[in-house]
């Protein structure tokens, strides 16, 4: 089955500064890569979302990026604020091929320092 | 649309006890899927269903643990019988054709 791995597990920046969360994959039949925010108690919320044949796609603040060969996909975040402080998932999964189920990364806790 | 509604929102059983999860997913989707989240393992896909029907639940972790979907607007999920172990927050999501999950707020159950 998908493994994915997600790292850094923390990561602190300055408010205004970006933020770059990265995952790899381990099945190259995946090709739909969303992110997902949790805030503390709440549920997780799709945030954007990438499908393997777009290489790049970006939605004001926040942009995703695919390599498809190195089989890797990075969450972007720039000019950084308070509210984006989350636990981050990226997920990967093979819709109609016999993985329709997303498998999720372990989670990256952004942390904005005011 | 209300989104996805699970019930109830925390349960606390004692160890040995028969625990019921409810899901009202979104209507017109016709994707659900059950999530286990904890602190050690993350998100894990218990068991996910099609137009009512149960396509994968390889990761349903043991016979103690069973859904079922009767119709498109209900699913549910059984523990029985429960052990401190099953302790996490299962989160019930729906989708139209799996593209961009809908969770629902979750519930939290404790076994003690």
């Known amino acids: 089955g998908e493994n994915v791995e997600q790292h850094p597990s923390t990561l602190s920046v300055q408010e205004g500064d970006s933020a770059v969360i990265k995952c790899t994959y381990s099945?190259?039949?995946?090709?739909?890569f969303p992110w997902y925010k949790q805030e503390l108690g709440k549920r997780p919320q799709l945030i954007i979302d990438i499908r393997s044949n777009v290489g790049e796609k970006k939605d004001q603040r926040i942009a995703v990026t695919l390599n498809k060969t190195a089989k890797h996909f990075s969450l972007h975040i720039t000019e950084t604020q308070p509210e984006d402080s989350a636990v981050y998932f990226c997920?990967?999964?093979?819709?109609?091929?016999?993985?329709?189920?997303?498998?999720f990364g372990k989670g990256t806790h952004l942390i904005i320092q005011p | 649309d209300a989104g996805v509604i699970q019930s109830p929102r925390h349960e606390v059983t004692e160890m040995g006890q028969e625990v019921t999860l409810r899901c009202k997913p979104i209507?017109?989707?016709?994707?659900l899927f059950w999530y286990r989240q904890t602190m050690m393992r993350g998100l894990e896909l218990l068991i996910y269903f099609n137009n009512n029907v149960p396509i994968d639940d390889s990761g349903m972790p043991e016979d103690r643990f069973s859904a079922k979907m009767p119709n498109a607007s209900f699913s549910t999920l059984k523990i029985q019988p429960s052990e401190p172990r099953d302790s996490a927050v299962y989160f019930c999501?729906?989708?139209?054709?799996?593209?961009?999950?809908?969770f629902g707020s979750g519930t939290r159950l404790t076994v003690v």
């Open positions: 099945d190259s039949a995946s090709n739909y």
């Open positions: 999501a729906s989708s139209f054709s799996t593209w961009g999950y809908t």
């Open positions: 209507s017109g989707h016709d994707y």
């Open positions: 997920a990967a999964s093979n819709p109609g091929g016999g993985a329709d189920g997303l498998t």
